[in-house]
């Protein structure tokens, strides 16, 4: 994305900056064309509604014809390659399509692997390309078998990749779900629905405001401060450590419940991203509950495609769960590798996959050793669980180091703690996360336990009125007391 | 108990009809339930004395504080301020009676920006201008400050023949744009509409909530925050502040004033104080609609008046919300500050009494 230019000259006015999602303003513009969207539930209405406020919002990133050209030359040309395989191109001709998709992606993204002779000498829009290129691919993937994929009109392709609910930082819908929703059978929007898509856009709004922040400031301050005492630099470590994946969550958890809220007000349900996902007592569970529809899109399109062709070509069926591990590795290691075009990012992707790789071949192992029903029964007691939980969460924060740090950094802060300094640091974010989230599952436990005839209070509407009250206050409060200033989506880089 | 599933492709519940009023209901309670303590917190926090005590008469032609009274003022962004008064009710330490000998004496005149209203004494512009005069010359130099809220429009003649009599060194007379329009803007206030009078009620009424007050604050005190919304007013084709009718009288007034000064021999400066948005406005690449000091200037040209624009000497990287009360509009000690560098300059440099030697000011310096 073209940063916004925030200072300014004497004799200049300030430039408007492009709209942030999730905002005041994003919202109030996204409930003005709602209301608009609605006054006719003719489809060709809807459709042209929709389309102009996809182009009109990436259209406030910029303006300059020459910015938005290869952005736009990557959807058209994305475009006539799903309709070329839909029309029946040959398996080599839809190979190379894929391929120059795949290629185009890593080219405008300046991946590093690729010379920097190659890329265009000037700067140009890529926001929300990571997710178009996603819809693109998929559409192109599925357009041979699918044949609605494969016929696609242009108005269609338009809106569904560029959902400008959902173009800043996903979530990747199928096209399938998609073409649902705006088809005949959009999702209903009642008074219900009403209330829930605010719930929605107001928890959004409060996690992304003030929970992100907050816990922002915290590790912003403790990575400014590591203290010289040995104990409280391991135990300032373990929390720095710790700290990121719950802003990383907030972050993105709060952008995306605000986005799937607004797209409601369109009667589009977008895919739920997250769903819980440090209570995960392994790392495989732990990316079925992040990021859920980059890591079902993977599986779908890398995972099972991998395992189904290795399944293929071997004749030893002991073997497949080991060639699983393998297929987990590669899925996993993509999907760390997508984050990023620098070298810090391939570390990521190949710590995640040998995490979830590890994970499996863990499993493979317990099995074999306790049989499976016992490994079974195992993996389900409380103390297994509340340790299992603590190390994946410690995997997932030690993974995520390379997310927000460098190795200079990380070789400065390992060199000020020390070797001593590293083990302890490590030993408290195990026990930390183990100790916490056991707290915290306990509190959600005894939490839901408090009903009023035999419901749940907590799920009650009215108590939950009163809490999206109290958190859009508290983003008001937030907005307010940070002028307007929060952060930005992190995967809005990606 | 009611429930409703969190999944919004859930089939969906009606809802009861009863809950179309409690759950508005229910929010309004709940805002209700944070608002009030918070009000109350935010008042024992920021404590807000707009008023000055010691100013309860306004009837006469020139507004006086009471002789020697002692006031304490507070805007609820700013700090405490003592306001002590002599015994002519000027603000000012030394005494109105006959010029010490060897001392220098300014007379100012002017609203409560020459007053220094919410800012501590030694930090006005008064104050200041005096203490580096003195610095500067080496020899007492003391400001009879005449400023008050309400002395201004019609009260500024009469002021200026006031502080005439105390035989300065030179009149100071400061002026805003809100002085120009003063006494317009009253008389407009009289003859408002109903509905005009209801909603300016229940725009008192929230002003007087303490906490939108803080909120304000808070967001006046964005500096692009606030430029984005002055330059989308000077964009717009607004009605003019000060009508060419508020210029002609302040021609007028200040004819008789050089006019009483020349025949004391007392020379006079104009001091154009700038509201932050005229501040802000004067950054941005359009002009006002209405330059009210370009207009001033021009007046005090044709009237033979020395005239200081401080827009033209507060750097651009200077926030402008450090230099004002930012809801209460007044310009704080560091405002102050830049008006008492501009005074100070012109008038060692225009005003012959206070025209210090070089070695004056070595000696201060050393």
Redesign the interface.
Known sequence: MLPAR?S?R?????ERPSVQVPSFSFLAAAVLAALLHGLSSDRRWRSGVLLVLNLGFLLTFTREPLQLAPYAAFLLLGFAFVRRIGAGAPACTRAAFILAILAGFFWLKRYSFLPDALFLPFSYLTVGLSYVFFRVLHLALDAREDPQAGRIGLLQYLNYTLNFTALVSGPIQRFQDYQRMTGPAP??L????L???A??IVAGLFKFTVLAAVVQLAQRQLAATLPADPRQAAACAALLTAAYPVYLFFNFSGYTSFV??VA?LFRI?LPENFNQPFRAPSFIEYWSRWHMSLSNWLKAYVYNPLLLHAARRVRNPKSLPYLGAGALFVTFFLIGVWHGRTWNFFVFGVLNGAGVALNQAYRIWLAALLGRPAATRLSRQPLYVFVARGLTFSWVAFTLLWFWSDWPELSRYAHGLGAGGLTAAAAMLILGGCVMLGLLQALRVAAMRL?????P?L????V???WA??ML?AVLAVT??T???GGDVVYKGF | MAQIDPSPTAPAERLPRRDLVILPLLVLATILGVVAPAEVIVRRAYPLVDLDACVSDLRGPVVHARPRCVSRTKTAEGPWVVNRYNECGYRTPESCGPKPAGARRIAMIGSSIAGGFLTPYPQTMAARTAAALAAACGKPVEAQNLGLAGNNGRSLAPSAEEALRLEPDVLVVTLTSHDLSADRLAAQRGAVRPWTRLASRLREAVDASRLVYMARSLVLADEQGYASLVHARQGADAAPAVSAGDLALLESRLAVIKRRAAERDVPVVLVFAPSREELVGARGAARWPDDVPAAIGEIARRQGLDFIDPLQTIPADVPSASLYYVVNHHMNGRGHAYLAAALTSRLRAAVPAFSCRAGAVARQAG
Do not use: F, N
């Open positions: 925030a300014r004497r004799g200049c006015r300030p999702a209903p009642g008074l219900t629905q209330g829930l898509a719930e929605r799937i809220g409601r349900s009903a009023v005839g035999g419901q209070l799920t009650s509407r009215y939950r009125t009163v009250t109290l206050m307010l007391v002028r307007g200033g």
